[in-house]
């Protein structure tokens, strides 16, 4: 049973920075792209970012385009979500997942259960 754990969220004033941990219990962790998702109440989860299992291709949704960076440690398992000049419209709660094995930096469909993600709140 793989377990997720974020960690790195809090209340944070718009402009401010955040960054964000996934620590990841399991056998296998390099060979999998890994993603961040970010959800609020009534709403589907998005994906925001992806990180190819290299680590050296990404992917952003749109909204944070050069204000977020994601990077990983495949030593450590651990996935992190770097998030400078936040916005209000950032306040989410924050999960960490992963896709199927493959070289590109994509997430069709999660891999692993979700973890009980990380709250970001901005206020303005």
């Known amino acids: 049973q793989v377990q997720l754990v974020e960690s790195g969220g809090g209340p944070v004033q718009a402009g401010g920075s955040l960054k964000l941990s996934c620590a990841v219990s399991t056998t296998i962790f390099s060979i999998y792209p890994l993603g961040w998702f970010r959800q609020t109440p009534g709403n589907q989860r998005e994906l925001v970012a992806v990180?190819?299992?290299?680590?050296?291709?990404?992917n952003y949704t749109d909204s944070v385009k050069g204000r977020f960076t994601i990077s990983r440690d495949n030593i450590k398992k651990t996935v992190y979500l770097q998030m400078n000049s936040l916005k209000p419209e950032d306040t989410a709660v924050y999960y960490c997942?992963?896709?199927?094995?493959?070289?590109?930096?994509?997430?069709?469909?999660?891999?692993?259960?979700w973890g009980p993600g990380t709250q970001v709140t901005v206020s303005s």
């Open positions: 990180i190819a299992r290299g680590g050296t291709i990404t």
């Open positions: 997942n992963a896709g199927d094995y493959g070289d590109s930096a994509s997430i069709s469909t999660p891999l692993w259960d």
